[in-house]
């Protein structure tokens, strides 16, 4: 609850990308 996400995902061109989200509830 409330904590933040830290997520890694792959962009179209191939390269690593961070998001860091807020989790809500």
Known sequence: MGKPI????T????????N???ANG
Do not use: P
């Open 11 to 18: 962009d179209k061109t191939g390269q690593y990308r961070f």
């Open 20 to 22: 860091l989200k807020a």
């Open 6 to 9: 830290f997520e890694m995902y």
